[in-house]
């Protein structure tokens, strides 16, 4: 008498390897492209940073009657004097990049070459790689000195 043999054929093993060797074709792409979105949810952190401290350096200047005076000087305990703009930090690396941690050379966010700090914005990208540009996978911290009262404007672009 002959046995039945159990398992599966060579053929079964073959169409199995197959499939799922389509499956890990058309997802791979899908669950790889993480990177991009990690860039991109540290930028948005960085904008939460931005606002958050713009917050705080605001009451600052309200308490030291700084608000309604379009370039001014308020001193915030541990960074030193912070300048502001309608009692906003200003778009430097005196104003806004002393105020948020990580910003400037000591940290992990770099100024885009190409951003016009000198003015009424500045941005800033990741420091290592020299990744971004100013509208590509940056943050943009802009304020407008010539409108009383205003507050910053903070705009992501994001990574490619």
Known sequence: MMKKQGG??????????V???????TAAPRFLNLQGDAR?????G??????????IVYGRAAIDGQESVSS??????GTGD???????????ETGIGRVVTGLGSNGDWGVVSA???T???IAYTFKSGNVGTETSCSVVYAVTPAVSFSEPTITVNKCN
């Open 72 to 77: 001014a000087k308020v001193t915030i305990l």
């Open 119 to 121: 003015g009424n914005s």
């Open 46 to 55: 960085l904008k939460g940073a931005m606002q958050g401290a713009a917050g």
């Open 82 to 92: 912070v300048d502001v703009v309608w009692g906003y930090p200003a778009a430097s």
């Open 115 to 117: 951003s016009t700090s």
């Open 40 to 44: 991109d949810a540290s930028l948005q």
């Open 19 to 25: 499939i799922l060797g389509i499956l890990a074709v």
């Open 8 to 17: 599966f054929t060579l053929i079964e093993l073959v169409v199995v390897i």
